[in-house]
């Protein structure tokens, strides 16, 4: 019988925390983007891992400054950083609703049915 030398997989301890949490003791990750944010009793908190961060503590070595709809600003030093809160979205104003034009005295004298544009006019139910 030949000898074959045998190459297996390393494993991770399941006990051990993983390598980034080990990175920096006590320290939180940063938030990212698609992060969750909650309202607790009227203020909203980032939620980070298990932890309920309101605004005024510490992530990491960041405090946080402020959370809005669409950011999370953090102040590291005299270095405020805003992060989003959902990347690749953009906010902008909705356009305005197109006005219905009445229909002229020529076009109800039409036997063929009248063909209403796509889009919603202002005040008319569908």
């Given at each position: 019988m030949a000898?074959?030398?045998v190459q297996g997989q390393e494993f991770r301890d399941p006990t051990t925390?993983?390598?980034e949490a080990m990175a920096q003791p006590g320290a939180v990750a940063a938030p990212t983007p698609g992060m969750a944010v909650v309202?607790?009793?009227g203020k909203p908190h980032l939620v980070v891992g298990t932890r309920l961060v309101a605004v005024g503590q510490k992530v990491g070595n960041a405090k946080l400054e402020r959370i809005t709809e669409t950011e999370?600003?953090?102040r590291e030093g005299k270095?405020?950083?805003k992060v989003p809160r959902f990347s690749g979205i953009q906010r902008s104003a909705a356009k305005p609703a197109v006005p219905c034009l009445a229909p002229s005295a020529q076009t109800r004298n039409r036997s063929k049915p009248v063909v209403t544009?796509?889009?919603?006019?202002?005040g008319v139910q569908p």
């Amino acid at each position: 019988m030949a000898a074959q030398a045998v190459q297996g997989q390393e494993f991770r301890d399941p006990t051990t925390p993983p390598p980034e949490a080990m990175a920096q003791p006590g320290a939180v990750a940063a938030p990212t983007p698609g992060m969750a944010v909650v309202i607790q009793d009227g203020k909203p908190h980032l939620v980070v891992g298990t932890r309920l961060v309101a605004v005024g503590q510490k992530v990491g070595n960041a405090k946080l400054e402020r959370i809005t709809e669409t950011e999370v600003w953090l102040r590291e030093g005299k270095q405020l950083t805003k992060v989003p809160r959902f990347s690749g979205i953009q906010r902008s104003a909705a356009k305005p609703a197109v006005p219905c034009l009445a229909p002229s005295a020529q076009t109800r004298n039409r036997s063929k049915p009248v063909v209403t544009p796509a889009a919603p006019c202002e005040g008319v139910q569908p």
